[in-house]
T-cell receptor, first 113, second 113 residues
């Protein structure tokens, strides 16, 4: 089983729709979680951190479920510009300098008119 | 600030040739990383550095070498390129290791024939 797994999609939704993706992780020692966004043929960029209590940034809501070991990203009122690949990142305390940072393979979202 | 830059942007190599990818950052970050991204595999860490003069192996270091002679530069070398090294290579930097935001460069698309 992969340490971090995402449904690769693609998710095709109309403008204005609400869409959610999950990311599951296998190591219960995972401590920090992030969502990155990657546009086609571009570099990943941080979208938002995921806090234990859940957090919101405009139309985006991130949640963490430690019991079931997954994080989620909810996008409300989808815009065409939300079309991208969404990467989850899980960091496990591993005693190494860089922690143990693992990327999911990404979920492709396409928002159509 | 230019952030993180990478050269070259594209390169085609023949099997057995060598090349060096250059990453530069102007944010005075201590940590620098080299990732490769392949379809369905997510981003995988090749090598990383926690400061000038230091380097360490990541998940997939075989066939690559790195050097960090100056704090702002991180070089990735392929001594004898193989078709399996065809990939998109991303450099990243961060203020510290583990639980911090990664800043990525725009990537280098490498094809080995």
């Amino acid at each position: 089983r992969k340490e971090v797994e995402q449904d690769p999609g693609p998710f095709n939704v109309p403008e204005g729709a609400t869409v959610a993706f999950n990311c599951t992780y296998s190591n219960s020692a995972s401590q920090s979680f992030f969502w990155y966004r990657q546009d086609c043929r571009k570099e990943p960029k941080l979208l938002m951190s995921v806090y234990s209590s859940g957090n919101e940034d405009g139309r985006f809501t991130a949640q963490l479920n430690r019991a079931s070991q997954y994080i989620s990203l909810l996008i409300r009122d989808s815009k065409l510009s939300d079309s991208a690949t969404y990467l989850c990142v899980v960091i496990r305390a591993g005693g190494t300098s860089y922690g143990k940072l693992t990327f999911g393979q990404g979920t492709i979202l396409t928002v159509h008119p | 600030n230019a952030g993180v830059t990478q050269t070259p942007k594209f390169r085609v190599l023949k099997t057995g040739q060598s090349m060096t990818l250059l990453c530069a950052q102007d944010m005075n970050h201590e940590y620098m990383y080299w990732y490769r991204q392949d379809p369905g595999m997510g981003l995988r860490l090749i090598h990383y550095s926690v400061g000038e003069g230091t380097t360490a192996k990541g998940e997939v270091p075989d066939g690559y070498n790195v050097s960090r002679l100056k704090k702002q530069n991180f070089l990735l070398g392929l001594e004898s390129a193989a078709p399996s090294q065809t990939s998109v290579y991303f450099c990243a930097s961060s203020n510290s290791g583990g639980d911090t935001r990664l800043y990525f460069g725009p990537g280098t698309r490498l094809t080995v024939t």
